[in-house]
């Protein structure tokens, strides 16, 4: 019995075309039992006999890894681009009454401008996939002046009677 070289815990689909195709001899070989083929390429006895099936019916071409389509896409490449040209601007532009991008903001402008509406989660990934990160906002009131609260810091130590730094 020969060691195996298949035993990683994840496998690309060329790596899956290449495990196939490597066990492709053995597998026409009758002498080889499905024990010890399932053993040697890190696969179970029902996955070999598959592949001894699809080898019978359809030759070495069906241990070649098929084309991994996916869903379809909702959004076309162009609409993609003029979403991201409308989140690099600012959303007040888009009817909206404050700064700064959020999840059901940029959900409403792709449901206006494309007619898809794509649920948040969902959301998340895709801009995730384009590029965009999560950006949080300083949490700082408007009105606020670092000046005076410096001041009003060092006035208030000194009637306390307490060191400066």
């Known amino acids: 019995?020969?060691?195996?070289?298949?035993?990683?815990?994840h496998l690309t689909r060329a790596q899956q075309e290449e495990r196939r195709l490597a066990a492709h001899s053995a597998l026409a070989d009758p002498g080889c039992t499905t024990n010890d083929l399932a053993q040697q390429f890190g696969v179970a006895e029902v996955t070999i006999r598959a592949w001894r099936a699809r080898l019978r019916r359809d030759g070495e071409d069906a241990l070649r890894a098929s084309r991994a389509t996916g869903r379809p896409q909702h959004l076309?490449?162009?609409?993609?681009d003029e979403i991201g040209a409308i989140i690099d601007g600012d959303p007040r532009s888009h009817g909206?009454?404050?700064?700064?991008?959020?999840i059901p903001k940029i959900r409403h402008v792709i449901g206006v401008t494309s007619g898809v509406w794509l649920d948040r989660a969902h959301l998340s990934r895709i801009l995730r996939r384009w590029g965009f990160t999560y950006q949080r906002p300083a949490l700082r009131a408007v009105e606020r002046h670092d000046d005076d609260i410096a001041t009003w810091v060092r006035v208030q130590r000194e009637a306390l009677g307490k060191k400066t730094r």
């Open 96 to 102: 909206f009454e404050t700064s700064g991008w959020t």
């Open 76 to 80: 076309t490449a162009a609409q993609q």
């Open 1 to 9: 019995m020969t060691v195996s070289f298949w035993r990683p815990s």
